[in-house]
Nanobody, 129 residues
Framework: HVQLVESGGGSVQAGGSLRLSCTAS????????MAWFRQAPGKERDVVAT????????YYADSVKGRFTIAQDHAKNMMSLQMNSLKSEDTAMYYC???????????????????????WGQGTQVTVS
């Protein structure tokens, strides 16, 4: 069992910034991928960004490219999501996710679906108005 805890959410005005953090109970070095997903009421949970643990390669959803930055700090068992130039469309519950068991879908491609990840945080709310 791996615990993931998000923090840093809140309410901001459009154009503002927030930095989300995810702290793991075990070494993040042991994961294959870590990712941020978000889900608004009545919507599906969609990927925001992913990071490949071994080399730090990243993926970003088109909607956040150029505005969000995902990063990892293995020494602190942490992952972060720096969100700049926030828009109302970014309003959602943001979840930290980790893949500790290699998902078949991650072979040859970046894992972009919730089912690819086996551990999740409780979520942190981001509201942009």
């Amino acid at each position: 069992h791996v615990q993931l805890v998000e923090s840093g959410g809140g309410s901001v005005q459009a154009g503002g910034s927030l930095r989300l953090s995810c702290t793991a109970s075990t070494s993040t070095v042991n994961s294959y991928y870590m990712a941020w997903f978000r889900q608004a009421p009545g919507k599906e949970r969609d990927v925001v960004a992913t990071i490949y643990t071994s080399n730090g390669n990243t993926y970003y959803a088109d909607s956040v490219k150029g505005r969000f930055t995902i990063a990892q700090d293995h020494a602190k068992n942490m992952m972060s999501l720096q969100m700049n130039s926030l828009k109302s469309e970014d309003t959602a519950m943001y979840y930290c996710a980790a893949m500790f068991s290699r998902a078949i879908s991650s072979i040859g491609s970046v894992p972009l679906t919730p089912s690819d990840y086996d551990y999740w945080g409780q979520g942190t709310q981001v509201t942009v108005s």
